[in-house]
């Protein structure tokens, strides 16, 4: 039998209608330990389905060293049926309870020495979009924490400039590079919107196009 862990929703950030962050804090243990990459359960009951618990899968954004709390950026699902899962986490507020089965999946594990037995210094290259950069996010950070000094890119693609959730936090973390110099953390973070022609994206100077034209010649 399943046995669901009890958190509390401790922050909620609307990026847009359909895009949030959350925060979990679990009630009755510490943060649990993960990997970068892996996924959490999330479950609640589903009052339109005589209280059932629906358990869905969200990759983890925070990092394993964040022990505080763990992030979620989640989309709603809205097509071609209200998500019933998704549609329960968009009405949740701050200190509302949530279940949590513990992480688990595939982690992010990148090889420090080659099969040669040499330091692997190649470049680290994570390509994203939508709810998808979650895993690179956690990753990212990750790397910051445990001071890897590879060079590492992040590159995240997006319709909207609204989407562009962790734009801050992973602008953040190339300014750190910037400050510190690249000996110490050599991080960079680029963006590409494929709707540049649209009036909501008009601000938008950076790279146009889907992320893959990052990787064009
Ligand atoms: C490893 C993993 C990691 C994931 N990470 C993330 C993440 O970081 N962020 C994120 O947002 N999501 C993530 N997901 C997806 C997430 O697990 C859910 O699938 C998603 O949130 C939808 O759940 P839901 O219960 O709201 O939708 P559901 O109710 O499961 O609906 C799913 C789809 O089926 C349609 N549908 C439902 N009922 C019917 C019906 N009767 N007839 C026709 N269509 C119907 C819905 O409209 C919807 O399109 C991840 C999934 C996996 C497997």
Avoid at 44 to 55: A, D, F, H, Q, T
Avoid at 120 to 125: C, L, S
Wanted: hydrophobic fraction near 35%; include cysteine; charge should be positive.
């Amino acid at each position: 039998m399943v046995v669901d862990n009890k958190a509390t929703i401790t922050y909620v950030q609307l990026l847009k209608e359909d895009l949030v962050i959350i925060r979990l804090v679990p009630k009755d243990s510490p943060v649990p330990d993960y990997q970068p990459g892996q996924f959490i359960t999330l479950g609640l009951p589903n009052p339109l389905e005589g209280g059932k618990i629906v358990r869905r899968a969200y990759s983890i954004a925070s990092h394993p060293e964040n022990r505080k709390y763990v992030e979620l950026v989640i989309r709603w699902v809205r097509k071609p049926l209200p998500g019933r899962l998704t549609t329960q986490l968009f009405n949740a507020k701050e200190g509302d309870e949530i279940l949590w089965l513990k992480p688990t999946g595939r982690a992010l594990l990148i090889n420090e020495t080659l099969p040669n037995g040499e330091k692997d210094n190649r470049r680290i290259v994570c390509i994203g979009g939508g709810t998808g950069l979650a895993p690179f996010v956690s990753f990212a950070q990750h790397l910051h924490d445990i001071g890897d000094k590879r060079e590492i890119i992040v590159l995240q693609g997006a319709s909207y400039v609204d989407e562009l959730s962790y734009k801050e936090l992973l602008t953040e973390l190339e300014n750190d590079s910037i400050a510190r110099g690249k000996d110490q953390w050599n991080f960079k973070y680029r963006a590409a919107i494929s709707r540049p022609q649209e009036w909501f994206n008009r601000s938008w100077a950076g790279q146009v196009g889907r992320v893959e034209t990052f990787l064009r010649p």
